[in-house]
T-cell receptor, first 112, second 116 residues
Framework: GQNIDQPTEMTATEGAIVQINCTYQ??????LFWYQQHAGEAPTFLSY????GLEEKGRFSSFLSRSKGYSYLLLKELQMKDSASYLC?????????????FGRGTQLTVWP | DADVTQTPRNRITKTGKRIMLECSQT?????MYWYRQDPGLGLRLIYY???????NKGEISDGYSVSRQAQAKFSLSLESAIPNQTALYFC???????????????FGSGTRLTVV
C-alpha cells in the first residue's frame, strides 16, 4: 500500500477553523488531492498540490511538504454544510500514471 | 446529463446471483476505474483500464470481473454475489493528462448494492 494516513474523525463548531492532516509514504510522488464527500454521494474535488507550500481557495486551503510526506486541509469559517468526509489522495509517477491512491477519509462533524 | 453515469443507482440482490453494474461517460476520457467504499475503509480499487484493450486488477479484484466494451463504457460484474460485497460502488474516469497537473478523477454518482 501507499501508507496514506489521516484521522478517522474530527469535530468542530460552526465558525471555527479546523485542520485535517494527511501523511503519506510513497515512492514516485507526483501530487496530492483533497476531495470532499457527503454521505452517500460521490467525492468532489477540493484541491491539488504538487509543489511545497500553501494553496488557497476561498475558505479552503491546502498545504504540502514533500520532504515530510505531509499535507493538511484547512477549513475556515466552518459551516454546517462542511460536515462531510474529507479524502486525501496521492498520485504517483510510473506505470500507473494518473491513478489515485486514497486514504480512508476523515469524517468531519460541524456542530452549531 | 451527468458526465459519468452509473446504473443502477440502487440494487438489492440475492446471494449467488450474477449482477452487472454499468458505467458510461461522455468526458472522452481514456481511463476508467471501479472502486468500492465501505464505512471506515475508504475507497478501494477493484479494477482499472487505461484504454479499451487494457484491463488491470486493483487491490481487491477477487470475486469481480470487468469489461471495457468501448472507450465510454466500463462494466463491473459480480459472478456470484455474496453478502460481504454489500457496499457503495463508484466508477471514475480520468484522461491522459492525469499524469500532469491537477487533473484528477470525475466520479459517477455511485451504485448502492445490497446482497441478502
Amino acid at each position: 500500500g501507499q501508507n496514506i494516513d489521516q484521522p478517522t474523525e474530527m469535530t468542530a463548531t460552526e465558525g471555527a477553523i479546523v485542520q485535517i492532516n494527511c501523511t503519506y509514504q510513497t515512492s514516485g510522488f507526483n501530487g496530492l488531492f483533497w476531495y470532499q464527500q457527503h454521505a452517500g454521494e460521490a467525492p468532489t474535488f477540493l484541491s491539488y498540490n504538487v509543489l511545497d507550500g500553501l494553496e488557497e481557495k476561498g475558505r479552503f486551503s491546502s498545504f504540502l511538504s514533500r520532504s515530510k510526506g505531509y499535507s493538511y486541509l484547512l477549513l475556515k469559517e466552518l459551516q454546517m454544510k462542511d460536515s462531510a468526509s474529507y479524502l486525501c489522495a496521492v498520485k504517483k509517477r510510473g506505470s500507473t500514471l494518473g491513478r489515485l491512491y486514497f486514504g480512508r477519509g476523515t469524517q468531519l462533524t460541524v456542530w452549531p | 446529463d451527468a458526465d459519468v453515469t452509473q446504473t443502477p443507482r440502487n440494487r438489492i440482490t440475492k446471494t449467488g446471483k450474477r449482477i452487472m453494474l454499468e458505467c458510461s461517460q461522455t468526458k472522452g476520457h481514456d481511463r476508467m476505474y471501479w472502486y468500492r467504499q465501505d464505512p471506515g475503509l475508504g475507497l478501494r480499487l477493484i479494477y482499472y483500464s487505461f484504454d479499451v484493450k487494457d484491463i488491470n486488477k486493483g487491490e481487491i479484484s477477487d470475486g469481480y470481473s470487468v469489461s471495457r466494451q468501448a472507450q465510454a463504457k466500463f462494466s463491473l460484474s459480480l459472478e456470484s454475489a455474496i453478502p460481504n460485497q454489500t457496499a457503495l460502488y463508484f466508477c471514475a474516469t480520468s484522461d491522459f493528462r492525469a499524469a500532469q497537473g491537477d487533473y484528477g478523477y470525475t466520479f459517477g454518482s455511485g451504485t448502492r448494492l445490497t446482497v441478502v
